[in-house]
Nanobody, 124 residues
Framework: VQLQASGGGLVQAGGSLRLSCAAS????????AGWFRQAPGKEREFVAA????????YYADSVKGRFTISRDNAKNTVDLQMNSLKPEDTGVYYC??????????????????WGQGTQVTVSS
């Protein structure tokens, strides 16, 4: 089972980026999925999660109203649309899968598989 995150980059404050997480080796639709991020010198923190059906999402307060998590189970992908980016959104973004889960997990230990991370840098 592998997760591949992509779409990171350098953007000015107020700009947008779209991250994508592609799964191989398993059917992503069986898993709850989430995005986490880690800024330099800080612990990894929860960003967003989506149930395996795609019907329910949950966001950290810091990104609510600016980020949108979505999934396309036919394509085996989960995306994170990030708008109105702020410098404090800078970090390495990781996608994760909680295999065969019907939950909406928000803690890193609840996830079974992790992608390699993609760097997002927001300049002021």
């Amino acid at each position: 089972v592998q997760l591949q995150a992509s779409g990171g980059g350098l953007v000015q404050a107020g700009g947008s980026l779209r991250l994508s997480c592609a799964a191989s080796g398993h059917t992503f639709g069986y898993s709850a999925a989430g995005w986490f991020r880690q800024a330099p010198g800080k612990e990894r923190e929860f960003v967003a999660a989506i149930r395996r059906s795609g019907g329910t999402t949950y966001y950290a307060d810091s990104v609510k109203g600016r980020f949108t998590i979505s999934r396309d189970n036919a394509k085996n992908t989960v995306d994170l649309q990030m708008n109105s980016l702020k410098p404090e959104d800078t970090g390495v973004y990781y996608c994760a899968a909680d295999y065969f889960s019907t939950k909406l997990p928000t803690r890193s230990y609840e996830y079974d598989y992790w992608g390699q991370g993609t760097q997002v840098t927001v300049s002021s």
